[in-house]
């Protein structure tokens, strides 16, 4: 199928690319079905972008890359939109946001993907997690992207 979008215009993209965030994102609720998308400029920056909204477009990172450390707590019960299985192959990323002359990342918010079976879900944790976590050093593609 081809998608129009404002930032990478237009697109075709298979079927089972589509990943499904059934209850959407935090601000999103509405926009249910994104795919991911890696960045030209850098491999450790990618976009998460809306197939409802084509100018709805997230900046997204491994939140590993910059808080090594990091680590995410669900409970089965609110992982079970993603109907996880341990040959499930899962990733994690957290959304790039600017805040006057700074890069921050949500690790209180992190978003889930079932890449398995293309389920995704934003949670929300209940641990001591920074709402803005800076990010340090980061190259200006980050900065232009954001």
């Not at 089965?76 to 805040?99: G, N």
């Not at 995704?120 to 709402?131: A, F, M, N, R, S």
């Amino acid at each position: 199928m081809d998608i129009y979008t404002a930032r990478f215009g237009k697109l075709e993209i298979a079927d089972e690319e589509v990943i499904l965030f059934a209850d959407g994102l935090i601000g999103f609720e509405n926009l249910v079905n994104w795919i991911l998308l890696s960045d030209e400029q850098s491999e450790d920056l990618g976009w998460l972008q809306s197939l409802q909204q084509p100018e709805v477009a997230l900046a997204v990172v491994s939140p590993r890359r910059f808080a090594p450390e990091y680590r995410v707590r669900m409970e089965k019960e609110e992982s079970s939109p993603l109907r996880l299985t341990a040959d499930d192959e899962v990733f994690v990323l957290t959304i790039v946001s600017k805040h006057d002359d700074s890069l921050t990342i949500n690790l209180r918010a992190p978003v889930v993907i079932n890449l398995t079976k293309q389920l995704g879900l934003q949670i929300v944790t209940t641990d001591e997690q920074p709402l803005q976590y800076e990010i340090q050093s980061e190259p200006s593609v980050y900065r232009k992207s954001a």
